[in-house]
């Protein structure tokens, strides 16, 4: 017997409840980090937040005398590996520290566990996760909410660059900037990454941040800062380039469920990410209150993973995709790829998400120019995960969902143009995987 979950009486429980938010703060040399974090500190105890500001592990250790770049290469590993166990536990001391508050907590860490990563091989930075029986997705995805990293100023703001009173900083401009490289293809692979670069001036980069960071916790700040970015999605034609053509990346398999609810103006989802069997999962319910839509997610064990997909909605068929994570012009995206047993809608589909502050005209210059990318389909209802996942078609369905709504918007003709603009994209996709598959070059 499946057990009815009062799914409003969940959204308004996970809102008022005591909130603690893991940030990471990352970033290259003179990047704006310190300055961030006294900005972030002040604007959130304004709101009646505790911050807790975890030092930078490395700035401690080399501030002692030790020179990473004179270390023998077994000494570099050994000092990376120290380093990771040393944050994690002074990480975990401030992560105790919140959860012992009253208060809602922003934890700030001036770097994170991946970071370590950045001065070793991938196959020493393995060793050292087997050594201390961790794995990627523990240590970046279920460790952290968030990730923020500050551009260095050596990337578009040469002018501002310098190591002038600062102890451990001896980068010159090509070293900062291969370091920031380093930095961010460190954290490639985790759901929730901002990158703050220099196309604004120093104190818009900094509200930037800050905006940044209240979007993703879910607090309405109204116009205080003027930079709130905003999620786009894009079609993407077939073929897939091979993985040769791609920057850095991490391909992750997602598996979303959606729930029943008992409103037309409510969805709820489960979601479950991962690779190579370890698994972060998600509950997300969106509702629209006052004409907005508020999105709630929440953590889960695998416990209540499993207790809440009893409540899958026969309606819709399991979305199976993966995720290819990687970052192109200081810009992160994600790349879904449907995957059978799905609708034939769905079959070949790929859309290209990011977060952005940019104007669409300087966006268009920061997309993959490697894909084939077709159009902006930004809340489209013919690419919403809720509508491609439904089992029956779209004709008549009154589960199509043009709008978050408790009215009966039954639009037929809109049903149908929505239907065709998908086509569209699937007959484009034929076409060109078509054309790749005849020529002579391939």
Same mark, same amino acid.
């Given at each position: 017997?499946?057990?009815?979950?009062?799914?409003?009486?969940?959204?308004?429980? #996970?809102?008022?409840k005591?909130?603690?938010?893991?940030?990471?703060?990352?970033? @290259?040399?003179?990047?704006?980090?310190?300055?961030?974090?006294?900005?972030?500190?002040?604007?959130?105890? !304004?709101?009646?937040? %505790?911050?807790?500001?975890?030092?930078?592990?490395?700035?401690?250790?080399?501030?002692?005398?030790v020179?990473? @770049?004179?270390?023998?290469?077994?000494?570099?590993?050994?000092?990376q590996?120290?380093?990771?166990?040393?944050?994690i536990q002074?990480?975990?001391?401030?992560?105790?520290? $919140?959860?012992?508050?009253?208060?809602?907590?922003?934890?700030?860490?001036?770097?994170?566990?991946m970071?370590?990563s950045?001065?070793?091989?991938?196959?020493?930075w393995? /060793?050292?996760?087997?050594?201390?029986?961790?794995?990627?997705v523990?240590?970046?995805?279920?460790?952290?909410?968030?990730?923020?990293?500050?551009?260095?100023?050596a %990337?578009?703001?040469?002018?501002?660059?310098?190591?002038v009173?600062?102890?451990?900083?001896?980068?010159?401009?090509?070293e900062?900037?291969d370091?920031?490289?380093?930095?961010?293809?460190?954290?490639?692979?985790?759901?929730?990454?901002?990158?703050?670069?220099?196309?604004?001036?120093?104190?818009?980069?900094? !509200?930037r941040?800050?905006?940044?960071?209240?979007?993703?916790?879910?607090?309405?700040? @109204?116009?205080?800062l003027?930079? =709130?970015s905003?999620?786009?999605k894009f079609?993407?034609?077939?073929?897939?380039?091979?993985d040769?053509?791609?920057?850095?990346?991490?391909?992750?398999?997602?598996v979303?469920?959606?729930?029943?609810?008992?409103?037309?103006?409510?969805?709820?989802?489960?979601?479950?990410? @991962?690779?190579?069997?370890k698994w972060s999962?998600?509950h997300?319910?969106?509702?629209?209150?006052?004409?907005?839509?508020?999105?709630?997610?929440?953590?889960l064990?695998?416990?209540?993973?499993?207790?809440?997909q #009893?409540?899958?909605?026969?309606?819709?068929?399991?979305?199976?995709?993966?995720?290819?994570?990687?970052?192109?012009?200081n810009?992160?995206?994600q790349?879904?790829?449907?995957? /059978?047993?799905?609708?034939?809608?769905? %079959?070949?589909?790929?859309?290209?998400?990011?977060?952005t502050?940019l104007?669409?005209?300087?966006?268009?210059?920061?997309?993959p120019?490697?894909?084939?990318?077709?159009? /902006?389909?930004?809340?489209?209802?013919?690419?919403?995960?809720f509508?491609l996942?439904?089992r029956?078609?779209?004709? =008549?369905n009154?589960?199509?969902?043009?709008?978050?709504?408790?009215?009966?918007?039954?639009d037929?003709?809109?049903i149908?143009?929505?239907h065709?603009?998908?086509? $569209?994209?699937?007959?484009?996709?034929?076409?060109?995987?078509?054309?790749?598959?005849?020529?002579?070059?391939?």
């Amino acid at each position: 017997m499946k057990l009815k979950i009062d799914l409003e009486g969940m959204m308004e429980a #996970e809102q008022k409840k005591r909130k603690i938010w893991k940030l990471v703060l990352t970033g @290259g040399p003179c990047g704006g980090k310190t300055t961030g974090q006294a900005r972030l500190s002040t604007f959130f105890e !304004n709101l009646g937040w %505790k911050v807790y500001r975890v030092p930078e592990t490395a700035t401690v250790l080399l501030g002692g005398g030790v020179n990473f @770049g004179e270390l023998p290469q077994y000494a570099q590993m050994e000092f990376q590996e120290n380093l990771l166990r040393t944050m994690i536990q002074i990480e975990n001391t401030f992560f105790s520290l $919140a959860e012992a508050s009253e208060r809602n907590c922003l934890v700030i860490c001036d770097r994170g566990s991946m970071d370590a990563s950045a001065f070793v091989s991938k196959q020493e930075w393995e /060793e050292i996760l087997a050594r201390n029986e961790c794995d990627e997705v523990d240590i970046r995805d279920n460790r952290y909410h968030q990730v923020v990293h500050m551009v260095t100023s050596a %990337k578009g703001a040469d002018e501002f660059y310098s190591i002038v009173d600062h102890a451990t900083r001896k980068e010159g401009l090509e070293e900062a900037r291969d370091r920031d490289t380093l930095a961010i293809n460190a954290w490639i692979g985790h759901p929730y990454v901002d990158v703050i670069d220099n196309s604004s001036d120093f104190e818009t980069k900094i !509200n930037r941040l800050i905006s940044a960071v209240a979007v993703k916790m879910g607090i309405d700040i @109204g116009d205080r800062l003027k930079v =709130n970015s905003r999620k786009v999605k894009f079609a993407v034609n077939l073929p897939l380039p091979k993985d040769s053509v791609f920057p850095n990346f991490r391909d992750f398999e997602v598996v979303h469920h959606y729930l029943q609810t008992t409103s037309r103006n409510m969805q709820s989802r489960l979601r479950k990410r @991962g690779r190579m069997g370890k698994w972060s999962y998600i509950h997300t319910i969106r509702k629209q209150v006052s004409g907005q839509v508020i999105e709630v997610k929440t953590p889960l064990t695998h416990r209540d993973y499993i207790h809440l997909q #009893e409540q899958h909605d026969p309606l819709h068929f399991t979305v199976n995709k993966i995720r290819r994570c990687f970052l192109y012009n200081n810009q992160y995206f994600q790349l879904d790829i449907y995957k /059978e047993p799905c609708h034939r809608r769905c %079959k070949g589909l790929m859309l290209l998400e990011t977060y952005t502050t940019l104007d669409p005209s300087e966006l268009i210059k920061t997309l993959p120019t490697f894909l084939n990318i077709d159009q /902006e389909v930004t809340g489209d209802p013919a690419f919403s995960m809720f509508n491609l996942s439904l089992r029956d078609d779209w004709t =008549n369905n009154k589960k199509f969902c043009h709008k978050l709504s408790d009215d009966e918007d039954d639009d037929e003709e809109a049903i149908q143009e929505a239907h065709e603009r998908l086509e $569209a994209v699937h007959r484009k996709s034929s076409v060109a995987d078509l054309l790749v598959q005849v020529s002579p070059s391939i």
